[in-house]
C-alpha cells in the first residue's frame, strides 16, 4: 500500500504545477491509462494563472464526472478550467454568443446548432491539422471530420467541431431471465428478430415497449427508429442523400423505412398499449414496462443512455442486457450503427484553449471519464480494458467495429426539420396518418425552408 | 329552505360551492406535488399519488437458494421469503414465471419446470421439495404481497443539504429583494408625475408605457446584455438588477398610476392650495395612500423575479457561486435529462416557501394599507 503510495506522489511530483493532483481520482502512474503521453503533455505546457470557460449541456452528475477530467488538464499546465452545465444549453449559447459574453469553448450536444452557428461567424475554426489527427485517430474517423466540418460565414468548409463522448443508439434492451424463461434466443439478423416478436405474441406476451414522448420535443424516439431502419434497408449513401435532402423525404426508400417502423409500433399487439399509448408514453417510463411483473413487454429499443431511468434496483449486465439492432441477412449491407456524440468547438478562441483541445485528444481524457462510467468514445487509442461495465466495453467495441458509422439523421438536418416536422411528422403516423401523407407533408416543409 | 326568505341567501350557498370547488381544484395539483415530495421516484412511477397512503399489492421477485436437506431421496429446503426484507405484508399469491407471476394461491403446491414442487405460504414460509439437488443459483419465485405505504424525507434531504444550496439561497436573495426595491422607487415617483403633474405629451407617456407592456422580454435579452458587456457591467448582480427594473417598470408604473389617479381629487388639490410642494404631496399623501397598490405590485415582481430562471441564466455569470435557486435545482439537481419527479416535487416546495411567507406577510399590510386609505 505504502509503496503505491509512494509511486503516485513520485509520479505527481514528477508533473509541472501539480497544484491539484491530490485530487485526482486515479493518481498518475496508477492503472492501465496512457500515462506517457499524459506525462509528455504536462512537461510540455505551463498555463499557471490562464483560465479556460467552458459551457455544456452536462449537468448533475455528468458535469462532476467531466470536471474530475478536467482536473488532469488543471495538474498538467496549472490552468483552471471553469465548467458550467445548463439544461438550457442550446438558447443559453447562442444568446452569449451574440452579446459578445462567450465562454472560451462550447460543448454541443449535436452538430445541427454548431453548423449553424459557424455559418452565422459565432465558431472559431480548430488549430491546423486536427482534421488530419481525427481522420487517423477515431474508428470511422472520415465520418468524424465530416461530422465536425461546416461551411463558414463564406461558405467554405471548414473544421469547428472535435468529438468526445458518443452515444450508441442501435440497441435493443431486454431483461435476460425473461428471455430465459420463455426460451427465446438473441435475434442474429432482422429477420429473427421479426420472428421472436411474433412468436412472443403468439406465447400470450407483448414484444416491445415504446414511448415517443418527451415534453416539447416528442416523437424523436421514432426518428431514431426510423432512421436506424433506413441504415438497414438503404445502403449509407442513400441515407447521407436523404440526411440533406438530395434525397426527397417522400421517396419510396424513406416511406418503406417508416413502414418498416409502422410494423413495430402500429401492428396490433406488438406495442405495449398499442398505437396510442406508444404516442403519449414519455420515452422515460417506457423501460420500465421490462421490468414489470409480469412483463409489460420483452424488448425496448433506444440509446446507451436509457439505463439511467431503469428501476433503481435493476443492475445493467444481469438484470438488464442490450444486443445489437440486427441488420437483415438478406440484404448485403454490413452492420451499420446509429449513433450521436456531443462535440467541442472554439466560441472565444485563446491560446489556452488550443492546449485544452490537445489535451482533449490525449486517450487519458477519454479514460478518465470512462473509467467513471457512462461514456463511449470513437478514440481508437484508448484502451478498453478501462470502461466501468463489461456491458459499456460491449458497447465501446460495437462503436469500434462499425462498418459503417452514420450519426443520428434528425440531428443533422435543418432544426425546421429535424427537431420539428419530422418529429410531429412521426406522431401522426404513428396514430394513424399514411406514410405517404406524413413524409409529403415534411418535404413540402422542407421546400419552403430551402 | 322554504323558511328561508328571498334569493339571497340560496345565492350565497351556490357561490360558497362554488368557491370550494374552485379551490380544491386549485390546491389538487399541489397536494399531488406534495405527497410526491415524500415519495420515492420508482414508488412515484409505479403508482398515482392519490394511493400513497394505502397499501398498495405489489409484486416482487425473489430467489431461493440456501444448503437443502435430504429427506427420503428428496431434497427440501425451506425457508422465509420475509428474511431480510423489510415491510412486505400478507402474500397473496405467487409463481415460478415471469409471465405468469401470481398464478398460483398462497399456500397450494405448484410443479416446478426441472421438477419437484414448491409452496408458499401466506407468511412467506416456502417449501421446495427437488428430487435433485438445486442449482447454486437458485430458484426464481415471483409473489404479490401488500406493500405498505412508504414515505420518505430522502427527497428533502437531497435538496436542501446538497452542495450550494444555501449558497444558490442567497443569491436569489440578493438577486430578488433589490430587484423588487428598484423598480418601485423609480415606478412610484413616475407614477405620481403621470397621474397628477400637468406636463405636455404627458398622455403619449402613458400610451408608451402601456405600449412597453407588450414587449417580450426575450427580444432585449441579447441587445440588453451587449449593453452590459460595452458598458462594463457584464454579467453580474448589477446587470439583473437592471435587467429586472426594466422588465417590471412598465408594469409598475401602469398600475400605480392606474391607483393614484383615482385617489381624491380634493385632498391633493387641497395640499396645494394650502401650499405644499409636489414632493410633500408625494411623500406625505400619496405615498401612505397607495399603500395597497405598492405591496401588491410588490407581491407581483417579488415572485416573479424569485421564479425566474432566464434572466437569470442570462445576467447572472455561469460559475455555481452565483446561482439562483432555480438554476441550481434545473441545472443541477434535477440531473441531465429530468424525470426525477420526487425531486421535482420536493424542489418545488422548498422553492414556494419564501413567497408564500412573503405573501401571507405582506396580507396583512395588504388590509392595514387598505384600511388607511378609508379611513384617512
Same mark, same amino acid.
Given at each position: 500500500?505504502?509503496?503505491?503510495?509512494?509511486?503516485?506522489?513520485?509520479?505527481?511530483?514528477?508533473?509541472?504545477?501539480?497544484?491539484?493532483?491530490?485530487?485526482?481520482?486515479?493518481?498518475?502512474? &496508477?492503472?492501465?491509462?496512457?500515462?506517457?503521453?499524459?506525462?509528455?503533455?504536462?512537461?510540455?505546457?505551463?498555463?499557471?494563472?490562464?483560465?479556460?470557460?467552458?459551457?455544456?449541456?452536462?449537468t448533475g452528475n455528468?458535469?462532476?464526472?467531466?470536471?474530475?477530467?478536467?482536473?488532469?488538464?488543471?495538474?498538467?499546465?496549472?490552468?483552471?478550467?471553469?465548467?458550467?452545465?445548463?439544461d438550457?444549453?442550446?438558447?443559453?449559447?447562442?444568446?452569449?454568443?451574440?452579446?459578445?459574453?462567450?465562454?472560451?469553448?462550447?460543448?454541443?450536444?449535436?452538430?445541427?446548432?454548431?453548423?449553424?452557428?459557424?455559418?452565422?461567424?459565432?465558431?472559431?475554426?480548430?488549430?491546423?491539422?486536427?482534421?488530419?489527427?481525427?481522420?487517423?485517430?477515431?474508428?470511422?474517423?472520415?465520418?468524424?471530420?465530416?461530422?465536425?466540418?461546416?461551411?463558414?460565414?463564406?461558405?467554405?468548409?471548414?473544421?469547428?467541431?472535435?468529438?468526445?463522448?458518443?452515444?450508441?443508439?442501435?440497441?435493443?434492451?431486454?431483461?435476460?431471465?425473461?428471455?430465459?424463461?420463455?426460451?427465446?434466443?438473441?435475434?442474429?439478423?432482422?429477420?429473427?428478430?421479426?420472428?421472436?416478436?411474433?412468436?412472443?405474441? &403468439?406465447?400470450?406476451?407483448?414484444?416491445?415497449?415504446?414511448g415517443?414522448g418527451s415534453g416539447a420535443a416528442t416523437?424523436?424516439?421514432?426518428?431514431?427508429?426510423?432512421?436506424?431502419?433506413?441504415?438497414?434497408?438503404?445502403?449509407?449513401?442513400?441515407?447521407?442523400?436523404?440526411?440533406?435532402?438530395?434525397?426527397?423525404?417522400?421517396?419510396?426508400?424513406?416511406?418503406?423505412?417508416?413502414?418498416?417502423?409502422?410494423?413495430?409500433?402500429?401492428?396490433?399487439?406488438?406495442?405495449?398499449?398499442?398505437?396510442?399509448?406508444?404516442?403519449s408514453t414519455d420515452f422515460r417510463d417506457s423501460p420500465t414496462g421490462?421490468f414489470e411483473?409480469?412483463?409489460?413487454?420483452?424488448?425496448?429499443?433506444?440509446?446507451?443512455f436509457i439505463p439511467a431511468f431503469f428501476p433503481e434496483d435493476v443492475?445493467?449486465?444481469?438484470?438488464?442486457?442490450?444486443?445489437?439492432?440486427?441488420?437483415?441477412?438478406?440484404?448485403?449491407?454490413?452492420?451499420?450503427?446509429?449513433?450521436?456524440?456531443?462535440?467541442?468547438?472554439?466560441?472565444?478562441?485563446?491560446?489556452?484553449?488550443?492546449?485544452?483541445?490537445?489535451?482533449?485528444?490525449?486517450?487519458?481524457?477519454?479514460?478518465?471519464?470512462?473509467?467513471?462510467?457512462?461514456?463511449?468514445?470513437?478514440?481508437?487509442?484508448?484502451?478498453?480494458?478501462?470502461?466501468?461495465? &463489461?456491458?459499456?466495453?460491449?458497447?465501446?467495441?460495437?462503436?469500434?467495429?462499425?462498418?459503417?458509422?452514420?450519426?443520428?439523421?434528425?440531428?443533422?438536418?435543418?432544426?425546421?426539420?429535424?427537431?420539428?416536422?419530422?418529429?410531429?411528422?412521426?406522431?401522426?403516423?404513428?396514430?394513424?396518418?399514411?406514410?405517404?401523407?406524413?413524409?409529403?407533408?415534411?418535404?413540402?416543409?422542407?421546400?419552403?425552408?430551402? | 329552505?322554504?323558511?328561508?326568505?328571498?334569493?339571497?341567501?340560496?345565492?350565497?350557498?351556490?357561490?360558497?360551492?362554488?368557491?370550494?370547488?374552485?379551490?380544491?381544484?386549485?390546491?389538487v395539483p399541489t397536494v399531488g406535488l406534495f405527497v410526491s415530495s415524500f415519495r420515492d421516484r420508482d414508488d412515484i412511477s409505479a403508482s398515482p399519488w392519490w394511493q400513497a397512503p394505502?397499501?398498495t399489492?405489489q409484486?416482487?421477485?425473489?430467489?431461493?437458494?440456501?444448503?437443502?436437506?435430504?429427506?427420503?431421496?428428496?431434497?427440501?429446503?425451506?425457508?422465509?421469503?420475509?428474511?431480510?426484507?423489510?415491510?412486505?405484508?400478507?402474500?397473496?399469491?405467487?409463481?415460478?414465471?415471469?409471465?405468469?407471476?401470481?398464478?398460483?394461491?398462497?399456500?397450494?403446491?405448484?410443479?416446478?419446470?426441472?421438477?419437484?414442487?414448491?409452496?408458499?405460504?401466506?407468511?412467506?414460509?416456502?417449501?421446495?421439495?427437488?428430487?435433485?439437488?438445486?442449482?447454486?443459483?437458485?430458484?426464481?419465485?415471483?409473489?404479490?404481497?401488500?406493500?405498505?405505504p412508504e414515505f420518505t424525507t430522502d427527497n428533502y434531504e437531497r435538496v436542501l443539504?446538497s452542495?450550494?444550496?444555501?449558497?444558490?439561497?442567497?443569491?436569489?436573495?440578493?438577486?430578488?429583494?433589490?430587484?423588487?426595491?428598484?423598480?418601485?422607487?423609480?415606478?412610484?415617483?413616475?407614477?405620481?408625475?403621470?397621474?397628477?403633474?400637468?406636463?405636455?405629451?404627458?398622455?403619449?407617456?402613458?400610451?408608451?408605457?402601456?405600449?412597453?407592456?407588450?414587449?417580450?422580454?426575450?427580444?432585449?435579452?441579447?441587445?440588453?446584455?451587449?449593453?452590459?458587456?460595452?458598458?462594463?457591467?457584464?454579467?453580474?448582480?448589477?446587470?439583473?438588477?437592471?435587467?429586472?427594473?426594466?422588465?417590471?417598470?412598465?408594469?409598475?408604473?401602469?398600475?400605480?398610476?392606474?391607483?393614484?389617479?383615482?385617489?381624491?381629487?380634493?385632498?391633493?388639490?387641497?395640499?396645494?392650495?394650502?401650499?405644499?410642494?409636489?414632493?410633500?404631496?408625494?411623500?406625505?399623501?400619496?405615498?401612505?395612500?397607495?399603500?395597497?397598490?405598492?405591496?401588491?405590485?410588490?407581491?407581483?415582481?417579488?415572485?416573479?423575479?424569485?421564479?425566474?430562471l432566464?434572466?437569470?441564466?442570462?445576467?447572472?455569470?455561469?460559475?455555481?457561486?452565483?446561482?439562483?435557486m432555480t438554476?441550481k435545482i434545473a441545472d443541477d439537481l434535477l440531473g441531465s435529462r429530468g424525470g426525477d419527479w420526487g425531486i421535482l416535487a420536493t424542489a418545488a416546495f422548498v422553492s414556494i416557501?419564501?413567497?408564500?411567507?412573503?405573501?401571507?406577510?405582506?396580507?396583512?399590510?395588504?388590509?392595514?394599507?387598505?384600511?388607511?386609505?378609508?379611513?384617512?
Amino acid at each position: 500500500m505504502k509503496k503505491v503510495l509512494f509511486a503516485g506522489v513520485a509520479a505527481s511530483a514528477m508533473i509541472a504545477g501539480n497544484a491539484h493532483a491530490q485530487d485526482l481520482m486515479f493518481a498518475p502512474g &496508477d492503472g492501465d491509462f496512457h500515462w506517457d503521453s499524459y506525462q509528455a503533455f504536462a512537461d510540455a505546457n505551463d498555463l499557471a494563472g490562464q483560465t479556460v470557460t467552458i459551457t455544456g449541456p452536462w449537468t448533475g452528475n455528468e458535469k462532476e464526472r467531466v470536471e474530475k477530467v478536467f482536473d488532469y488538464f488543471e495538474a498538467a499546465t496549472g490552468a483552471t478550467v471553469e465548467y458550467s452545465g445548463s439544461d438550457s444549453f442550446e438558447q443559453d449559447i447562442v444568446i452569449s454568443a451574440e452579446a459578445g459574453s462567450a465562454p472560451n469553448l462550447a460543448v454541443f450536444p449535436q452538430p445541427g446548432l454548431a453548423a449553424d452557428m459557424a455559418k452565422r461567424g459565432l465558431l472559431t475554426p480548430l488549430p491546423e491539422g486536427t482534421a488530419e489527427w481525427v481522420a487517423e485517430n477515431f474508428a470511422a474517423g472520415q465520418s468524424w471530420v465530416d461530422l465536425g466540418t461546416y461551411a463558414d460565414q463564406d461558405g467554405n468548409d471548414q473544421l469547428y467541431g472535435l468529438f468526445y463522448r458518443a452515444d450508441l443508439k442501435s440497441l435493443v434492451w431486454y431483461v435476460p431471465e425473461a428471455f430465459e424463461e420463455m426460451g427465446y434466443e438473441i435475434p442474429e439478423s432482422m429477420e429473427d428478430l421479426k420472428a421472436l416478436t411474433q412468436q412472443i405474441v &403468439d406465447d400470450g406476451g407483448t414484444p416491445w415497449c415504446i414511448g415517443l414522448g418527451s415534453g416539447a420535443a416528442t416523437g424523436w424516439p421514432a426518428t431514431d427508429w426510423v432512421e436506424d431502419l433506413m441504415l438497414r434497408t438503404q445502403p449509407a449513401s442513400v441515407y447521407d442523400q436523404w440526411v440533406t435532402n438530395e434525397l426527397p423525404f417522400n421517396d419510396p426508400a424513406v416511406i418503406g423505412a417508416i413502414n418498416e417502423f409502422g410494423w413495430f409500433a402500429r401492428t396490433d399487439g406488438y406495442a405495449d398499449g398499442g398505437a396510442e399509448a406508444v404516442a403519449s408514453t414519455d420515452f422515460r417510463d417506457s423501460p420500465t414496462g421490462l421490468f414489470e411483473l409480469p412483463p409489460k413487454c420483452y424488448m425496448h429499443r433506444q440509446a446507451s443512455f436509457i439505463p439511467a431511468f431503469f428501476p433503481e434496483d435493476v443492475e445493467v449486465g444481469t438484470d438488464a442486457d442490450f444486443f445489437y439492432f440486427p441488420s437483415y441477412a438478406e440484404k448485403d449491407l454490413g452492420n451499420p450503427v446509429l449513433g450521436a456524440g456531443t462535440l467541442f468547438g472554439i466560441t472565444s478562441p485563446s491560446d489556452a484553449t488550443n492546449t485544452f483541445l490537445e489535451f482533449m485528444k490525449l486517450p487519458i481524457a477519454h479514460e478518465a471519464w470512462m473509467a467513471q462510467g457512462g461514456f463511449l468514445t470513437a478514440h481508437a487509442g484508448v484502451n478498453t480494458g478501462l470502461y466501468n461495465t &463489461d456491458s459499456e466495453r460491449a458497447m465501446g467495441e460495437i462503436l469500434q467495429g462499425a462498418t459503417t458509422f452514420r450519426f443520428d439523421g434528425s440531428d443533422l438536418m435543418p432544426g425546421e426539420i429535424g427537431a420539428g416536422a419530422f418529429w410531429t411528422g412521426m406522431v401522426d403516423y404513428t396514430t394513424g396518418a399514411s406514410a405517404e401523407d406524413v413524409t409529403a407533408a415534411i418535404q413540402s416543409r422542407w421546400n419552403e425552408i430551402k | 329552505m322554504e323558511n328561508i326568505a328571498g334569493h339571497k341567501p340560496a345565492l350565497t350557498w351556490v357561490t360558497r360551492i362554488c368557491v370550494l370547488v374552485l379551490v380544491i381544484l386549485w390546491l389538487v395539483p399541489t397536494v399531488g406535488l406534495f405527497v410526491s415530495s415524500f415519495r420515492d421516484r420508482d414508488d412515484i412511477s409505479a403508482s398515482p399519488w392519490w394511493q400513497a397512503p394505502f397499501p398498495t399489492e405489489q409484486t416482487s421477485a425473489a430467489r431461493i437458494s440456501g444448503e437443502p436437506a435430504l429427506v427420503d431421496d428428496v431434497y427440501v429446503l425451506t425457508g422465509n421469503l420475509k428474511d431480510g426484507e423489510e415491510g412486505i405484508g400478507k402474500i397473496t399469491a405467487f409463481g415460478v414465471s415471469r409471465s405468469d407471476p401470481t398464478g398460483i394461491v398462497a399456500g397450494e403446491e405448484t410443479e416446478l419446470r426441472g421438477g419437484g414442487t414448491l409452496v408458499v405460504n401466506a407468511d412467506g414460509s416456502y417449501e421446495m421439495r427437488t428430487p435433485e439437488e438445486p442449482s447454486d443459483k437458485g430458484q426464481r419465485v415471483y409473489f404479490a404481497a401488500e406493500v405498505p405505504p412508504e414515505f420518505t424525507t430522502d427527497n428533502y434531504e437531497r435538496v436542501l443539504y446538497s452542495n450550494g444550496m444555501a449558497q444558490a439561497f442567497i443569491n436569489t436573495f440578493t438577486v430578488t429583494i433589490p430587484a423588487t426595491v428598484i423598480p418601485i422607487l423609480i415606478a412610484a415617483f413616475a407614477a405620481y408625475a403621470l397621474a397628477w403633474m400637468q406636463f405636455p405629451g404627458r398622455g403619449l407617456l402613458i400610451a408608451g408605457v402601456v405600449g412597453l407592456l407588450v414587449v417580450p422580454l426575450q427580444l432585449a435579452l441579447v441587445p440588453l446584455l451587449r449593453l452590459h458587456n460595452d458598458i462594463g457591467i457584464g454579467q453580474s448582480f448589477v446587470g439583473i438588477w437592471l435587467a429586472h427594473t426594466g422588465f417590471g417598470l412598465p408594469l409598475a408604473i401602469y398600475l400605480l398610476r392606474n391607483y393614484m389617479v383615482g385617489l381624491p381629487k380634493d385632498i391633493i388639490e387641497g395640499a396645494k392650495v394650502d401650499g405644499a410642494t409636489d414632493f410633500q404631496i408625494f411623500t406625505r399623501i400619496v405615498l401612505p395612500l397607495s399603500f395597497p397598490a405598492l405591496a401588491s405590485f410588490a407581491i407581483f415582481q417579488f415572485l416573479w423575479t424569485w421564479n425566474d430562471l432566464l434572466v437569470a441564466k442570462v445576467f447572472l455569470p455561469s460559475d455555481s457561486g452565483s446561482w439562483v435557486m432555480t438554476r441550481k435545482i434545473a441545472d443541477d439537481l434535477l440531473g441531465s435529462r429530468g424525470g426525477d419527479w420526487g425531486i421535482l416535487a420536493t424542489a418545488a416546495f422548498v422553492s414556494i416557501a419564501v413567497p408564500i411567507a412573503v405573501f401571507f406577510l405582506m396580507q396583512r399590510y395588504l388590509v392595514r394599507g387598505l384600511l388607511a386609505g378609508s379611513v384617512k
